[in-house]
């Protein structure tokens, strides 16, 4: 069968003969959760892990996966939901024992990530605590590996003394950490009537690890696709989709519901970040105030006191080095009783600005230096002013006239203001 003719399609064949459905190299992401080992019975012959011995599951799931690396781009990722369990009390530590099993194909495991599950069965049993997560294991191709961490970055629960220390924050917000709290679908949730399956995924956790490994139009394989969940997220996320299941029920539940939801359920703000263009805006302005204000201190202690005092403005260049977020030009004004070479202050603000803590800004500065403080205010421009210990709350704003009275207390000079109470940011 064509390839084409394989996507946006779920088929009812046995996960293990995948290699004989898709062709090598053509998946980008496959998001999964194998069946449980002999503890649920899918109602369909020659499924795995009802009935079967531990050894035989875990070589029936390195078969299947060993199909899924083939079928697996160089740069894809594997993610697969599974979680320990327990005989005659003792836990069989199923996600280490698969772990070992995905190493001997191949595949490398990058990520271990705790899915908590909020709501479970509130019971306990004697001498055990309640199991309220399961394990997200991700796993990568090759070291080349798609993984999109700006897509899902988030500025909530950001500390607050990101106003002092606007570098150590990436304007985009957080990257989630290792712990995911999603609560588990309840019934009804993909509309009445519809989970009769046993454990869908909830959407949030397969959206963000969409968002995590994929891009629209990438390739999305669910080789246990049980009500399809993941299937109908990435077809709601303009994904193409490839789904296996042994239980044809499900799959013609599967294509009632993608009917019925016309779409798959897209979420309203896929690809957004949740943080405000403000914080990002913040963030990099802080950032360019407090370059401005320790390349002043660094050289005026390298160089006895040679500046008098700095502007800081974007530039509208495009940046060229790696990792910098904006062009920005420090104008500095040179002191004349002290009288200190223009070379050597260009040399020193160049040897500075390459060494931490100025290169771990995302700055790329361009240097000028000047005479007199008239040299870089216009006439009829009104400025505000930074003192050499605060930079997140401006000190005064004043028209250029105005600017030699109070210049030695007010150091840096520019166009942005920025006022952070700082009791507010402590
Ligand atoms: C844990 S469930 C998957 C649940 C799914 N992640 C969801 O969100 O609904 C595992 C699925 O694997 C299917 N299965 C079991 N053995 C299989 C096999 N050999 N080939 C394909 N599917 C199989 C079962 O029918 C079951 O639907």
């Known amino acids: 069968m064509k390839f084409q003719a394989v996507l946006n399609n779920v088929h009812n064949i046995d996960a293990r003969n995948i290699c004989s459905l898709i062709e090598s190299e053509s998946v980008d992401v496959t998001i999964t959760s194998p069946p449980y080992f002999d503890m649920k019975d899918y109602g369909c012959d020659g499924q795995i892990g009802f009935g079967q011995t531990y050894d035989a599951y875990l070589d029936d799931l390195k078969n299947v996966f060993e199909g899924v690396f083939r079928c697996t781009k160089r740069t894809g990722t594997l993610w697969v939901v599974i979680d ?206 407090k370059y401005a204000r320790v390349l002043y201190k660094k050289i005026n202690d390298e160089l006895d006191g040679a500046l008098l005092a700095m502007r800081a403005e974007y530039s509208t260049g495009c940046t060229k080095k790696k990792n910098a977020l904006v062009v920005v030009e420090y104008k500095m004004v040179l002191r004349q009783d002290v009288g200190c070479a223009v070379d050597k202050v260009l040399d020193v603000a160049t040897r500075l600005s390459g060494k931490a803590p100025l290169s771990k800004f995302g700055i790329e500065p361009y240097f ?13 421009e009104s400025v505000s002013l930074y003192t050499e210990r605060v930079t997140h709350k401006v000190w005064k704003k004043v ?28």
């Open 399 to 426: 028209a250029a006239r105005e600017l030699s009275d109070v210049l030695g207390a007010g150091v840096i000079i520019s166009s942005i203001c920025v006022d952070f109470d700082e009791s507010n940011y402590e």
């Open 84 to 289: 320990a369990l327990r005989k005659s009390g003792e836990v069989v530590p199923l996600p280490f024992d698969f772990d070992r099993k995905m190493r001997e194909i191949g595949w490398k495991l990058r990520e271990i990530i705790i899915w908590e599950k909020d709501k479970t069965v509130p019971w306990v049993h004697k001498g055990q605590v309640r199991n309220c997560f399961e394990y997200v294991l991700m796993f990568s191709k090759s070291d080349e590996y798609n993984f999109y961490v700006d897509n899902v970055r988030s500025c909530e629960n950001i500390k607050k003394w990101w106003v002092k220390y606007p570098e150590r924050y990436n304007p985009n917000g957080k990257a989630p950490g290792g712990v995911w709290d999603f609560p588990i679908p309840t019934q009804g949730s993909w509309g009445s009537g519809y989970v009769r399956h046993f454990c869908p995924l909830p959407d949030e956790l397969i959206e963000r690890i969409l968002q995590l490994s994929s891009v629209e139009g990438d390739v999305v394989l669910d080789p246990f696709s049980g009500s399809g969940a993941v299937l109908a997220k990435a077809f709601g996320m303009n994904r193409a989709f490839v789904g296996i299941e042994l239980n044809s029920e499900y799959i013609d539940m599967f294509h009632r519901y993608l009917a019925a939801v016309d779409g798959g359920g897209a979420s309203k703000d896929i690809e957004g970040r949740s943080c405000s263009k403000d914080f990002y805006r913040a963030i990099l302005d802080l950032r360019v105030l």
């Open 368 to 380: 000028v230096t000047c005479e007199r403080v008239c040299d870089v205010v216009a006439r009829d």
